[in-house]
């Protein structure tokens, strides 16, 4: 099975910049309830769409004051347990941020190996990439960060 995710977060003036459980060194960074690190929330969604069992807001929604900055690491890891429990494997996944500055390549192989790390994947299955929109609309603007994910699950046989 397939699933796909995406998360938008706004920036703001000194916010933290979490990406891939990475704090990358930064001015501004995202408004949220939890870290605001999109690109593991797009990651979670993925994972929970390809499983049919729903998206991020109705597992760990911001109403409840018991994820208020929460780490996403620790959400991908309650997400990854459902799986577990479901008995569904990950095969693989594949992100894309999308982003005006920071430059991110520096901070991609530590955000790909928490990401390995977490959901149980060699290195070499787990894709993140990196663009900007051209300074075109919000994010280009420097108003938001957006992060795209997608992977593959299949049941763990019987």
């Known amino acids: 099975m397939i699933g ?3 998360d938008i977060h706004r920036l703001a003036e000194g916010e933290s910049l979490i990406l891939g459980g990475v704090e990358i060194p930064s001015s501004f960074g995202t408004v949220a309830h939890s870290d605001g690190d999109v690109l593991l929330h797009a990651l979670c969604d993925a994972l929970l769409g390809a499983a049919g069992l729903g998206d991020i807001g109705e ?7 018991q994820y208020r900055g929460i780490s996403s ?5 309650q997400v990854m347990a ?3 429990k479901e008995q ?18 520096p901070y991609k192989p530590a955000m790909r190996e928490k990401i390995a790390e977490v959901c149980g994947l ?3 299955r787990v894709s993140l990439k990196a663009t900007t929109s051209e300074k075109l609309g919000f994010v280009g603007a420097g108003e938001g960060i ?4 997608a992977c593959q699950i299949e049941e763990i046989p019987a």
Do not use: M, S, W
């Open 59 to 65: 597992h760990f929604p911001d109403t409840d004051a």
């Open 88 to 105: 569904y494997q990950l095969i693989n996944v594949d992100c894309t941020l999308v982003l005006e500055r920071p430059k991110i390549l």
């Open 4 to 6: 796909f995710g995406y």
């Open 73 to 77: 690491i620790e959400l991908l890891r």
């Open 122 to 124: 060699p290195i070499k």
């Open 146 to 149: 957006e992060a795209y994910a």
């Open 82 to 84: 459902l799986l577990r």
